[in-house]
């Protein structure tokens, strides 16, 4: 993440990565949106949908359409298809009521009959054949109408009962609209659901997936129990499609068929929907790739660009070089902070960052750790027990580092007290349940070590004039490139892609324009030549220092600098036992916790890592498909849901 107190270095950058994503999604809406099919009488803006699950597996809809008319119409109508569901079992309709809500509010019931005229009005009539039941509402509307219309109706072969699950597989949008279906809302709720009465309820045996548009999203709530989809549009001929997995004792009074009675639900859906994820996931991918590779410009201006660039980086981007030219460096680089060295060192605030700080800041005695056995609840019910390791502060009044209190901060959360301990296992947690919080506690810390950099001095220049000319002329040739492949209608991406190229080396090689001062320079030396020496320390057959404090901060720095788990274990180990280790088989220093694995464990240091990749996973902004059925994106799979149809007007 970017940002924090660092404006003069991030800046530029920033800048140059929004630049790039605006006009990316400006091509993003040229290239990969495919054109809508409006019908000529109206214009669907808005569709609410509201369903609920009925202890008897029925399904209890009322859907509103909110429609603008552009021309004079006699009426709408729906078409709802009958079909087999995925057990075999036909579907059926029952239309509960029928009413229209006019733009001053005023609410028109309709009164069901069997035959009505056009001109008719506020009456309705069903008919039914082999493959369709059709509601046709007769409702006289003028050019520059809007009207809500309301259908609620019962549906039963949507819920199906399986062995070992209940599943909801229902398309709320048929492919049958004539018009596009704009700003589209489904809530599915569980009225028979009973969650106080079953706390032990497993998350993962309610789960929920969308088919469909791809910027459609699909979000659980377990506390109620609630599934919400959100789909921006549906085009006319495409489909939106819900499938939703729960416990079978929601439906108390739907049976398993003696058909199915032997099969297993759960992971038939579990691998179509994976399938169709990973599908939708990869097309997601493939049109970020075409609509960049199509929003670049002339291949001469790019050669241009990338040409001016590489001459100054080469004539005005170099750092002088280091006095120290020794191969090893057997010391402590410098009295930074151990996340400073790594920031330095790394891009921005890297992982390791974060390992370090704790690693110090347990050198200093202000946290411990221990290895602890803790139940987690099963997928079917009940607990199992697992290892995790705890976090324990001790004495944060004696932390005066700005870079230390943030770190107590992020993982303790404002004002924490002695005693105040956190698992790893439940970090992703607390970033999922409270994804606001969590992330601004990341950027507090990444900002305090950004801002300690600064303040050092060490960079003479981040090349912040290349960065700005680079990304300006950058977004000039972006732009020509968009209106040159919209004028000629793509007809020559090769040449395209071939500025493309030069254009974003170019840009790329401007982000390298960094320039260290004196100190900077020399600093780096020393940190190239210290971790060289941690990696070759057991080749070389050297002995520890007898300053086992030394070596303890030299540990830190090995993780600050980015050792690999092997390297810093060996490290650890080339201390002698007696020194590192009392008879109880606890350790003189804490630090060495973070070096070793415990019980069936990697190092602490290794989990770590691994405990702040997945909750930077669980802050990540955008919503791709979810696989597991734990909300997110929709998938462009499906199909197999009964209900769909469409209308349109007469």
Known sequence: MDGGPSRRQGAPRGFATRLIAALVLVCAIAVARPASAYADSFETERVDISAAVLADGGLQVTELRTMAFDDDVNGVFWSLPLAENQ?????SYHIDAVQAIDEDGTQRAFSQVDNAQNGDRDVYTTSLDSSQVQV???????????VTFSISYTLRGAVMAWPDTAELYWQFVGPGWEDESNDVSLKISFPVADLA?????????????????????VALDLTVPEVTYTVPAVDGGEFAEARVVFPLAWVPDLTVPQSVSGEERM???LSEEQRWADEANARREQARTVTLVGSIVLVSVGAVLL??????KLTRGRSSKPSFQETYFRDVPSQDHPAVIAAFMGSDVPDNAFIATLMHLTDDGIITLNQETVKERRLLGGSKEVEDYRMTLQDPTRVTDSIDRAAIDLYFGPGAQAGDSVLFGSLDQEAKHSPTSYSERIEAFKSEVRARLEMRGLVASTGAAYIAVASVLGAIVIVGAVFFMALTDGANLPASFVAIALAAVAIVVSFTFKRYSQEGVELRARCEALKRWLEDFTRLDEAVPDDL??????LVMAVALDVSDEVLRALADAVPVDRRMDPYGGYYFPLYWWCYPHGGMGSPAHEMHGVHQATISQLASSADSSAGGFGGGFSGGGGGGVGGGGGGSF
């Open 87 to 91: 057990q075999g079992m036909p579907t």
């Open 136 to 146: 046709k509402l007769f409702s006289p509307q003028e050019d520059g109408d809007e």
């Open 197 to 217: 009465a079953d706390t032990n309820t497993d998350a993962k045996a309610f789960r929920a997936w969308g088919h469909g548009p791809l910027d459609a999203s």
């Open 267 to 269: 992971q038939t859906v």
């Open 307 to 312: 040409v001016a660039m590489v001459v100054l």
């Open 549 to 554: 404090i030394l070596w303890n901060k030299l």
